[in-house]
């Protein structure tokens, strides 16, 4: 694998991580929808509970899921700068 075909690997990558950011942040503001509709009406202990848990692992998720995408980002930045591959490398992808 060549330079550049690695760094266009490295920006698939980094545009995953950014997916599944998203996508775990979705998750979060469903569970959170679900928590307050229980908290209006239902005051299901069980519901209460299971969600309570879910949200504060999905949030661990997230945290790690950052930590994961900005060290990624400073590498492929960092490949992209010491093999002079710029903005015009990253516009082929």
Excluded: Y
């Amino acid at each position: 694998m060549d330079k550049a075909q690695k760094f266009e690997l490295m920006n698939k990558v980094v545009r995953e991580l950014e997916d599944l950011q998203n996508s775990q942040t979705a998750l979060i503001t469903k569970i959170s929808q679900i928590e307050v509709d229980n908290m209006n009406g239902l005051n299901d202990s069980f519901l209460e509970k299971q969600l309570d848990d879910m949200h504060a692992k999905i949030a661990d998720n997230v945290d790690t899921i950052n930590t994961i995408f900005s060290h990624f980002e400073g590498t492929r930045d960092d490949f992209a700068k010491a093999n002079n591959l710029g903005a015009e490398a990253e516009e082929s992808v």
